[in-house]
């Protein structure tokens, strides 16, 4: 009885184009030959049944495999079959590429932390007028100003009055307040900033590289 | 002697300028990311770029040495230099080595303790998530 359903690959269909697989051509074989379309000795496939290998059974456990109660009720056994074999097969499409974008992340060496920092260029913002932008910038430049004269904080003498005197000109001119009353975004704002701060810490790391370079060459004897 | 002293104090002004540039990172919201650990594997990599580039100066060396109409004399003395200095930068990185081990042998404590939980961990049997067929 089996063998009646056994399409090869180079039978042909109604449109005359060679079809590949069983499933597609069952309902025509039924249809022509009036026969039922799960004979009385075969059990139709369930979903329930698709455990025989591991990779299955690991799909059968996901969510996206699980059929609603109006899908089983609607769909004939082999199409409750093939959907579930096609939600199957896009769970473990995704499962293996998430296996690939890791493997990916691996072989570029890039990182989460790298790609979030890379974001912060790609963000796409609507473009500011020339002189927004210079407003933009000199917040931006203030606020670098301060965080870098911010170590100093506290101390008496020459260096708190230096914070001071940046803190002032900030205080005066770059505020927070001045650049988003000239129309400059929020968004705009949090995004140079934070471009900035990517770069001064950059920056430090290098620093703190290039002298423990020197330290090293300093006790080897070579500098 | 005058020469040691200046070469302590050159040193003494590279810690100020790492300290303040770890201040200055602070600022920036990077607290507690320069961790004595952190820097001493910094220092490590600083250690092996510089045996490298030493080993690479060794190279060039050997290659004129073997080149014709160059002097042999010279190229050895530099040659005998360089492998001073390549046995001093591996002796200063073996201390890092040394040193990090010891930082993160604090941090795991008692090492026959954690020989024991080890072998604990591993006796564990495996779960499988594996559905078998029915």
Redesign the interface.
């Known amino acids: 009885m089996a063998s009646n359903y056994a399409v090869s690959a180079n039978q042909t269909g109604t449109s005359g184009k060679p079809q590949v697989g069983g499933n597609k051509f069952k309902p025509l074989v039924a249809e022509k030959e009036n026969i039922p379309l799960t004979s009385p000795n075969e059990k139709a496939l369930q979903p329930t049944q698709m ?2 290998t ?1 990779a299955s ?2 799909v ?2 996901t969510d996206s495999v699980k059929l609603s109660d109006s899908d089983k009720k609607d769909q004939a056994p082999e199409l409750q079959f093939e959907t579930a074999l096609d939600k199957g097969i896009h769970a473990v499409g995704s499962a293996v590429g998430a296996v690939l974008t890791g493997a990916a992340i691996i072989w570029t060496g890039e990182t989460p932390q790298g790609r979030a920092a890379s974001q912060y260029s790609d963000q796409a913002l609507p473009s500011l007028t020339t002189e927004q932008e210079e407003i933009a910038n000199a917040h931006t430049a203030a606020y670098a100003a301060v ?2 004269a ?2 100093n904080e506290g101390t008496k003498g020459v260096f708190s009055r230096a914070y001071e005197a940046v803190k002032n000109r900030v205080d005066a001119a770059f505020t927070r307040e001045h650049a988003l009353g000239s129309g400059v975004s929020h968004a705009h704002l949090t995004q140079k900033i934070k471009e900035r ?1 990517f770069k ?2 950059q920056a ?2 290098d ?3 290039a ?13 | 002697m005058a020469k040691k002293n200046s070469k302590k104090s050159e040193i003494k002004v590279v810690n100020e300028l790492i300290s303040q540039l770890i201040l200055r990172a602070e600022a920036w919201g990077r607290k507690d990311y320069y961790t004595p650990l952190k820097l001493e594997e910094m220092q490590l990599e600083a250690s092996q770029k510089l045996i490298g580039e030493l080993l690479s100066e060794k190279a060039n060396l050997e290659y004129e040495l073997h080149a014709i109409g160059t002097n042999k004399r010279d190229a050895l003395i530099k040659i005998e230099r360089l492998n001073t200095y390549v046995l001093r930068a591996k002796y200063s990185m073996q201390k890092h080595i040394d040193k990090i081990k010891a930082m993160l042998g604090k941090k795991i404590g008692d090492k026959d303790k954690l020989t024991v939980a080890v072998a604990h961990i591993g006796k564990q049997p495996n779960v499988s998530v594996m559905v078998g067929s029915n």
């Open positions: 455990r025989a591991s059974a690991w059968r456990e965080k870098n911010g170590h701060t001064e810490q430090i790391d620093g703190i590289l002298a423990l370079e020197t330290k090293e060459q300093l006790e080897t004897g070579l500098a």
